[in-house]
Each structure stands twice: as structure tokens, then as C-alpha cells.
């Protein structure tokens, strides 16, 4: 059974500050890691995808890899009210189906 | 360019009544998924197609059918509703080059089952 965990949360922090999101998966062949970002009553939305070790950057998000440990983290940057949402991990083997983590909940407060 | 698109935005259905999803896509995509999304439990894989002509169960596929109607189309079906089935529904779709599968979701339909 794959497994990707994450805290459900909430994190709360406040504006203009670093926001670390983390996930942990078990399955150690995996190939691709996805993060989407989900709005309340909307659906998941990709915002990034990384494939291998190391950071990946766009804009004011990091994602971060790191295989040997089997976690992979998203670091939004100058968090603001409108990056509020449920962060949800995905992680994808050799199969086209990824396995999502049950989200973690992000409030950024003014 | 309309991405994933989902039919119809709200249901609600009395127990044993059927009724279709719809969802098609505009991007050219091999793989299609649906999957529920409920309180507390996360998405949860129904079907998917990994390519035209072809479907199979995901994690929960118990109560639904499937059909890929071509590479644009994949609807979901209840044949005899149930409360349990209550919940948001989302389509998807992915290229499923390589490694590459990243999903593009619809809006959602929201199914209420009394």
C-alpha cells in the first residue's frame, strides 16, 4: 500500500512570512512528486511538480526533494492571505496513477 | 481553451435513482481519472483510463461504471444511488508522457443522495 502523509494542520502563519509544507511518502521507486493547491469548495490546482533531488523554484514557491529520505516539501515565500488553502501532495510511481496525501491546511494571517 | 470541464455542477438524487457525469477535456490528454473527495478522507480514486479504449477500478469503484467515449470524454455512472454516495466528484485528465503525469481537475460536481 503506498502511503504519502502529511500534517493535516492548520498551519497558521503570519503574512509575509515563510510557509513550510511537508510530506513523507513510502514507496521508494517514486518518480514524480506534484503539489496542488486547493481552495475551499474548488478543486486541486497544480502549482508545481518536481522530479528529481534537489529545489525546484517558481515565483514565491520552493519545492524541495529529497529521495534518500523520501520527503518531499513546498515553501511559499512572502506568504499572503490569498495563498489560504489546503496544500495537498501528490506522488506518483511507475503507474499513471499518483497518490495524494489527505492535505494540509494553510491559514496566512494578516 | 475550457481545460477539464464537468457536468452538471450540483445533483441531488433520491436513493436508487441513476444519473450520469459528465466530463470531457480539450487538451489532447491520453489519461483520464474520476475520483470523490470527502470530509477528512481525501481524494479517492474511482476509474481511470489510462488511455482510449481502456478503463479500470481505482481505490473505491464500488457502486459506479465507467465509459470512455472517445479520447475528449469519460463519464461516470450511478446505477442505483446511494447516501453513501454523497460527495464532491471530480474528472481529470493527464498526459501520462513518461513520468509525467501531472492532473488537471475540473470544477466538480457536488452529489447529494437523500
Known amino acids: 500500500q503506498k502511503e504519502v502523509e502529511q500534517n493535516s494542520g492548520p498551519l497558521s502563519v503570519p503574512e509575509g512570512a515563510i510557509a513550510s509544507l511537508n510530506c513523507t511518502y513510502s514507496?521508494?521507486?517514486?518518480?514524480?512528486f506534484f503539489w496542488y493547491r486547493q481552495y475551499s469548495g474548488k478543486s486541486p490546482e497544480l502549482i508545481m511538480s518536481?522530479?528529481?533531488?534537489g529545489d525546484k523554484e517558481d515565483g514565491r514557491f520552493t519545492a524541495q526533494l529529497n529521495k534518500a529520505s523520501q520527503y518531499v516539501s513546498l515553501l511559499i515565500r512572502d506568504s499572503q492571505p490569498s495563498d489560504s488553502a489546503t496544500y495537498l501532495c501528490?506522488?506518483?510511481?511507475?503507474?499513471?496513477?499518483?497518490?495524494f496525501g489527505r492535505g494540509t491546511s494553510l491559514i496566512v494571517h494578516p | 481553451n475550457a481545460g477539464v470541464t464537468q457536468t452538471p455542477k450540483f445533483q441531488v438524487l433520491k436513493t436508487g435513482q441513476s444519473m450520469t457525469l459528465q466530463c470531457a477535456q480539450d487538451?489532447?490528454?491520453?489519461?483520464m481519472y474520476w475520483y470523490r473527495q470527502d470530509p477528512g478522507m481525501g481524494l479517492r480514486l474511482i476509474y481511470y483510463?489510462?488511455?482510449?479504449?481502456?478503463?479500470d477500478k481505482g481505490e473505491v469503484p464500488n457502486g459506479y461504471n465507467v465509459s470512455r467515449l472517445n479520447k475528449r470524454e469519460f463519464s461516470l455512472r450511478l446505477e442505483s444511488a446511494a447516501p453513501s454516495q454523497t460527495s464532491v466528484y471530480f474528472c481529470?485528465?493527464?498526459?501520462?508522457?513518461?513520468?509525467?503525469?501531472?492532473?488537471?481537475f475540473g470544477p466538480g460536481t457536488r452529489l447529494t443522495v437523500t
Open positions: 483510463s489510462a488511455s482510449e479504449g481502456t478503463t
Open positions: 518536481i522530479y528529481s533531488n
Open positions: 487538451m489532447n490528454h491520453n489519461s
Open positions: 481529470a485528465s493527464s498526459d501520462s508522457q513518461g513520468v509525467n503525469y501531472e492532473q488537471y
Open positions: 501528490a506522488v506518483g510511481g511507475g503507474s499513471y496513477i499518483p497518490t
Open positions: 514507496d521508494r521507486g517514486s518518480q514524480s
